[in-house]
Each structure stands twice: as structure tokens, then as C-alpha cells.
């Protein structure tokens, strides 16, 4: 590690390596982590009528660019001991870069397999962006690719897929809610032997950002430009300790206390990502805020939520904590760097974190519950496990609920919801790893048939005039 007093400028910001050394305690004893140093990628001018071509061109253009981004992130993590836990990259996406050449869901699965191959051979574990942008209506190529997702997701292993069905300027498109439902059924069947974990790698966005670095959602931006590098931080053992320093104080305290452990976390992020940009000579983006759990004992957004006041995660007052976090996280974390950006709030996972899994399990927790969470923090219903016995209309029906809560609300809200095949309320299912494990949850039983088979789009709010 680096003990001297160099200071790192990029853009007119100044750190002091002084500010990291700080923050030792937090990593070495609670589980302060950059989770993610995410390459963003361009691949639109990998575009070309003949798929052999075009296959050719995306797996040279990612392993050209990303070529030293693993050794560069463990790099800065020797150096100034750091813990960087994933290397990813997002590209655009496919469903624009392969609309010449892709004639069938087939050969959108080519451009899968091409992606699968260049992520294992930079050695990145994740590659986001086979995605469509569809809030308004979907295009020929954009059905192409959705149809195409269980048979992609089940014959790669890094691939990454979302789809954004709505946003707060476009309304919602109800076809592709429907459609996406049904898609995401026959993922979980394509996987079912893996406890339908192809789901897990899916995600249905509203107002779906362009410059997110956390998987299974990123994806690169038409925005953006040619590469960009993107950090997402992670400290929810960091705030829960720091909590603890002021139980029974006042809200004020409280916020007090959040904002400036945000500020600190934040500044972490912001030396890797000014670093990263250094050493590989691409462009600094943004710095994603979110407090993303683990499975890992005090890594925990629940816990947090506890530590405020809380029985369980579910009980009353659980929307007002987690909005106070939020509020308080993002309020820190922007005095921290000039550039914040992606989802920036607390994900609640709930395989990923054993305080959520732990509600659930005490009966404090559901999806309708859940659903309310989603109204104040920056994500959505996420890696929830429901009985494989669930209509696609059912799924639908969740995730158009989630959709107008962000389209409403204009905040990104998303689904990431897995129908486990063969597994009914109750049952465990083990996904491994930090997606950790979650308990089948009870879905409302009554039926929304009539609803989603209506066709068409939910028109924009009326605040969305803004012109």
C-alpha cells in the first residue's frame, strides 16, 4: 500500500492519499469494498450486414479495449489495498448494434456467445448490455433479441441481459411487459437445472439509466461515448458501525452520521475510478452511490435498516428508514465527487442480503411490502425468488406494477424476479456466490389476465410535459 501524501488530480479534483488511509478500519473490519470497476463500451461501430463480420468486430473491439482492465484493477488494488471485488464491462445495446445482421433469435445468440467469449478472455466475470430500449414500442430487432434471451442466458455463462420497457417521458409498453413476463418464464425453464438461475442474469428497467456499473443491469449508453469507466462502491457494514456509535440519538444525528460515512465511501470510489481512468487512459464517468449487500455476515442493507429501529425489515416504519438512508447516502455522496451517477441509493436484494432473507423467513417481509420500499430507494424488486408455478401474466403483472412506480415517481425502479421451477413457498434455493440464496416467496394469487392481455401503452403522466 501506498503511505506517501501523493495526491491524485484528475479534472481539477484533488485527493489525498491521506483521505484513504482513513479508511482502513472500515475495509479491514467492515466490509468496505469497490464492488465494481466497470469499462463501458461502444459498440456501435462494430455494426455490419454479415454476422460472421460483426461477431468478428465486437470480440475484437472488447478484447482490444478491455484488455488490461483486470490486471489494471488489481493493480490499484495492491497498491493502495483497496479490496476491488469485480472487473465487468457494459457495451451498447445488442439490439441496435445487431439490427442489420440478425435476422432470427438466432443469430442474436451468436453475438451472445461472441460476448461470452471476449468477457473469459479479458477475464471479467460479467458483460451487461445484450439489452433492448423498448419504453415506447418495440421494433423488429427489439423482439428479435427478447425472444432470444433464455436461449442466450442458458448457453453462456457472463452474459448479461435487460430490457427497458418504460420511462417516465414515454409511458410504459405494455406489449413488452407482457412479452418479457413470458420471456422470463422460459428462462427459468431454459435453467431449470440450475435452479432457473438464468433469471438472475435479467433485468426489466423503468427509466433505466445510462451509465450504471452494477450488474445484471449496465449496459453502455447511446449517450456515452467511445469508453467511459464507471464505479460502483459498497458499504453497508461501514454506515451499520457507524450507527451503532449513536444508537438513541436523534433523527438529526443520525442523518449527521449517514451523510458523512457516505462522504467517506465515496471518496474511496473516487480515488479507484480517477486511478483507473489514469492507467488505462479512458474517460472517468460516474461514481454509483448504492450501498450494495452481500451474503456476507455485516454486509447488510437490513441491518442498517434494524440499527435505526427496526424489528425486522417489513415492520411499520420501514419505508420512512429507508427513505431517511437513501435521502442521507446520496446527500453525502455527492459532496464527495463532482461526478454521481447510476442507480445511487441501497439495493434490497433479497438473496443477497441475510437480513432480508432473515424478514422474509420471520414472515416481517413481502413482495407487497417490498413493492412500497421500492417507491423511495433507487431500485426495484430484486432477486426475488417466487414458485415456479407463476403465470407469465402474474410476472407481468409485477413488473408493470414496479414500472409505473418509476415512471410515476421519475426514478429508475426495476424486476429482477425468478420463477424457480419446482420450487414452491418456502423452499430454499441456493444460488451461489454473491447472489447468496433466497426463500421462495408467496405471490398474490388473483388474477390480472384481462389486464395485461389488453395490449398497447400506458401513455406518459402528465407531468412529463415539461417542454
Request: hydrophobic letters at 40%; charged letters at 20%.
Amino acid at each position: 500500500m501506498r503511505t506517501d501524501n501523493t495526491t491524485l488530480i484528475n479534472g481539477g479534483n484533488m485527493i489525498n492519499i491521506n483521505e484513504v488511509l482513513e479508511t482502513n478500519k472500515m475495509i479491514e473490519q467492515e466490509n468496505l469494498d469497490v464492488r465494481t470497476i466497470t469499462l463501458g463500451i461502444s459498440l456501435l461501430d462494430c455494426a455490419d450486414p454479415d454476422l460472421n463480420e460483426l461477431n468478428r468486430k465486437i470480440y475484437d473491439k472488447i478484447t482490444t479495449v478491455a484488455k488490461d482492465l483486470v490486471a489494471t484493477g488489481n493493480k490499484i488494488q495492491r497498491e493502495y489495498g483497496i479490496p476491488i471485488v469485480n472487473k465487468r464491462i457494459s457495451i451498447t445495446p445488442i439490439s441496435l448494434v445487431g439490427a442489420s445482421a440478425c435476422k432470427t433469435s438466432e443469430d442474436y445468440v451468436t453475438i451472445a456467445k461472441t460476448l461470452d467469449k471476449a468477457a473469459k478472455t479479458v477475464g471479467v466475470n460479467f458483460i451487461g448490455g445484450y439489452s433492448a430500449l423498448v419504453s415506447k414500442a418495440m421494433s423488429v430487432s427489439d423482439k428479435l433479441l427478447i425472444k432470444s434471451i433464455p436461449m442466450a442466458l442458458s448457453q453462456t455463462e457472463r452474459v448479461c441481459s435487460s430490457v427497458n420497457v418504460g420511462s417516465t417521458k414515454t409511458g410504459i409498453d405494455m406489449n413488452a411487459v407482457k412479452l418479457v413476463g413470458e420471456i422470463i418464464k422460459e428462462t427459468a425453464e431454459y435453467t431449470k437445472e440450475k435452479d432457473s438461475i438464468g433469471c438472475a442474469k435479467l433485468v426489466v428497467f423503468c427509466n433505466a439509466p445510462d451509465d450504471n456499473p452494477f450488474m445484471a443491469g449496465a449496459f453502455h449508453g447511446v449517450t456515452e461515448g467511445d469508453a467511459v469507466i464507471n464505479v460502483g462502491v459498497s458499504g453497508p457494514g461501514v454506515v451499520k458501525v457507524a450507527l451503532e456509535s449513536v444508537r438513541g440519538a436523534d433523527f438529526e444525528t443520525l442523518c449527521e452520521t449517514i451523510k458523512k460515512t457516505a462522504f467517506k465511501i465515496t471518496r474511496v470510489g473516487q480515488l479507484v475510478a480517477q486511478e483507473a481512468s489514469r492507467l488505462l487512459d479512458i474517460p472517468f464517468g460516474i461514481i454509483d452511490l448504492s450501498l450494495a449487500p452481500t451474503p456476507a455476515i455485516g454486509d447488510s442493507v437490513a441491518e442498517i435498516l434494524q440499527e435505526i429501529g427496526l424489528e425486522y425489515v417489513g415492520a411499520p416504519g420501514t419505508t420512512a428508514a429507508l427513505a431517511l438512508l437513501n435521502d442521507q447516502v446520496k446527500k453525502g455522496g455527492v459532496m464527495a465527487s463532482s461526478y454521481v451517477g447510476g442507480l445511487s441509493g441501497a439495493f434490497i436484494p433479497i438473496s443477497e442480503d441475510q437480513g432480508m432473507i432473515d424478514a422474509v423467513e420471520a414472515g416481517a417481509l413481502t413482495i407487497e411490502k417490498l413493492e412500497a420500499m421500492t417507491c423511495v430507494c433507487s431500485v426495484g424488486l430484486d432477486m426475488i425468488a417466487i414458485p415456479g408455478d407463476t403465470k407469465a401474466t402474474t410476472i407481468s403483472g409485477i413488473i408493470a406494477d414496479e414500472m409505473a412506480i418509476g415512471m410515476i415517481n421519475q426514478k429508475t425502479t426495476a424486476v429482477r424476479i425468478i420463477p424457480v421451477v419446482g420450487k414452491n413457498i418456502g423452499d430454499r434455493v441456493e444460488f451461489g456466490g454473491l447472489l447468496g440464496y433466497a426463500p421462495v416467496m408467496k405471490v398474490n394469487p388473483f388474477s390480472c389476465d384481462a389486464f395485461i392481455n389488453r395490449g398497447g401503452r400506458i401513455p406518459a403522466p402528465i407531468h412529463s410535459f415539461k417542454n
